[in-house]
């Protein structure tokens, strides 16, 4: 992403280094379902509590008759007059056909594929509220799409949603150019996929690109979207989060907060939290059956108050803490766990709701973000200071995708071992082709079905071709580490082998298990030598799918 002469090399720094200025907190939004359904009071409720950004549908069966008349004459195709009266904006969805062209289906014939857009137009033309046209849910899963499409491979799937994008970029241009078309419409961030929209020529036809990272640990979300940007014409493309949301009442507020600091980073320009009123998936809403704001609101509104639009800048100290600092005075904190002190009385600890936290001490949590506000700017060491970090290396935390530069080197290597050597893994993209990861995840071009991701690894092989996947780290120093590492296959009757080892001298080895912990294991090092963890299939086992997690820690 974002040449041998100065000039040039500045060239093609200077919009990163314009990017990471203009970093600011994204704009809240909110998935709503009016188009679906009114239940009684809650859209004066919505617009009451000040949520006036709404992703949400006119559903194209709704508006246009038999005879091709678009009527706008019940309440699910009349309420964005009630977001204008209110100043509120809405962000028009449309992703589903109508009975009148290919039999109801994902539109994919030409009439079809004119009307898709033509009704995106109608909606436009007679609502001003109407901002945005997002183009497709999640048009890379089966979920949402129907019809002759379903059954086929993606580059067929690309082709159809570059034509529907490009109907209703034409047409809604034509009725009001400054609405902006939001394209991509993906679940996950799948590289390959979006790789061949912009083949198509998608990028030309829409002003931002719409993810729904579900796929993706929060923590990951700023290193994949800067994947997604590897390709040359989604460089610079705005990104809009449409959909995110938590199925966790007890973390749902702290997952917005840490969200929202990696959409942050990422450039994100919008984030809309999925979703407003409870849809019964189990996702947390802002507002429950009786029209009580949830504490997931609370965070919303804390957020568009404090954060909403402010400079931000990445102020992590390490690889094993996440921060976002906005406005040079409000930090948001969270990572591997230490103590957090606050040195100056001029700082204020919140959490993730915005009430204020009575204490001048803390632990950091990997899950739960701390607060840290000041009218002055903020001052580590002056105004607060963190517990020395003893992690030297974390399999999680430190999780990356080579970009093939030759630029800084993982601290804990990942590769795989076979009869022919140690190779490194590589940055594969998300959705390369059936059974493959949605997300980017760590590979080989010779093996598609090795695999590394953030929690999980898949390694395969055979008795008569043994393949390894290791995690290795070199000590930089003579050093006492301790080992905690955990390994535990997904399917019952999955099987792995383990094998820990310091300076090329095995440790201990754990052979056709399903759970694997290594626990407290402290290994002595001199400068240079390494510990070395190689996982490996067992002996005829085949569904060896392995949740796993490996952390090192300096013994003082």
Not at 35 to 53: C, F, H, R
Not at 225 to 248: K, N, W
Not at 286 to 309: K, Q, V
Not at 465 to 478: D, Q, S
Request: with cysteine.
């Amino acid at each position: 992403m974002p040449r041998r002469l100065i000039f040039p090399i500045l060239l093609c720094l200077l919009p990163t280094l314009i990017t990471a200025q203009d970093l600011r907190g994204p704009a809240l939004a909110a998935a709503s379902s009016f188009g679906q359904g009114l239940p009684e009071g809650l859209l004066a409720k919505t617009l009451d509590m000040g949520i006036d950004d709404l992703r949400d549908e006119l559903f194209w069966y709704r508006t246009e008759d038999a005879s091709g008349d678009f009527i706008f004459d019940d309440p699910m195709t009349l309420y964005p007059d009630a977001l204008e009266q209110a100043g509120a904006r809405l962000s028009l969805l449309v992703n589903n056909g109508h009975a009148s062209y290919d039999d109801g289906d994902t539109p994919y014939s030409a009439e079809a594929v004119a009307g898709f857009g033509r009704h995106a137009a109608a909606v436009v033309q007679r609502f001003p509220a109407t901002r945005s046209v997002e183009v497709g849910n999640e048009f890379n899963s089966q979920m949402f799409i129907s019809g002759p499409l379903k059954d086929q491979d993606l580059a067929a799937r690309a082709r159809a949603y570059v034509a529907l994008l490009k109907s209703v970029r034409d047409q809604v241009g034509a009725i009001d150019p400054t609405v902006r078309i939001i394209g991509g419409g993906v679940h996950s961030i799948p590289v390959a996929y979006l790789g061949q929209l912009v083949d198509l020529g998608a990028a030309e036809l829409m002003d931002s690109i719409a993810l729904h990272p579900y796929d993706t640990p929060i923590e990951l979300i700023a290193a994949q979207i800067a994947v997604m940007r590897r390709l040359p014409e989604l460089a610079d493309m705005p990104v809009e989060i449409t959909e995110f949301g938590s199925e966790s009442r007890e973390t749902a507020s702290a997952d917005m907060v840490r969200g929202y600091c990696q959409m942050a980073l990422s450039g994100v320009t919008r984030m809309v939290w999925y979703p407003l009123n409870d849809r019964g998936d189990g996702y947390v809403p802002l507002i429950d059956a009786s029209l009580t704001p949830t504490a997931a609101y609370d965070t919303y509104a804390y957020l568009r108050a404090e954060f909403e639009g402010a400079t931000v800048q990445d102020a992590a100290p390490d690889s094993f803490t996440r921060a976002c600092l906005f406005d040079g005075r409000k930090l948001i904190l969270w990572g591997m766990p230490r103590k957090l002190t606050l040195l100056s009385d001029a700082v204020t600890l919140w959490d993730t709701t915005g009430a204020p936290l009575e204490t001048r001490e803390a632990m950091l949590s990997e899950v739960a973000p701390l607060i840290l506000t000041s009218d002055t700017p903020l001052v580590e060491g002056r105004d607060y200071a963190l517990a020395p970090q003893e992690v030297v290396a974390d399999s999680f935390f430190q999780f990356t995708y080579p970009d093939g530069s030759g630029g800084a080197a993982d601290p804990l290597s990942r590769s795989m071992r076979d009869r022919n050597g140690t190779h490194p893994l590589q940055t594969m993209p998300g959705q390369s082709g059936p059974s493959r990861p949605w997300t980017p995840w760590l590979g080989t071009p010779e093996n598609g079905d090795l695999r590394l991701l953030s929690r999980v690894m898949l390694p395969v092989g055979s008795p008569d071709w043994p393949v390894e996947i290791l995690h290795a780290f070199t000590a930089p120093e003579a050093m006492t580490l301790k080992v905690d590492a955990s390994f535990d296959t997904v399917a019952e009757d999955g099987r792995v082998d383990v094998t820990l080892s310091a300076a090329n001298q095995p440790v201990r080895t754990w052979k056709d298990a399903n759970t694997v912990p290594i626990e407290d294991d402290t290994l002595r090092l001199s400068a240079g030598e390494t510990v070395e963890i190689a996982v490996s299939p067992a002996a005829g086992s085949d569904d060896n799918l392995t949740r796993y997690r490996i952390t090192l820690r300096k013994v003082p």
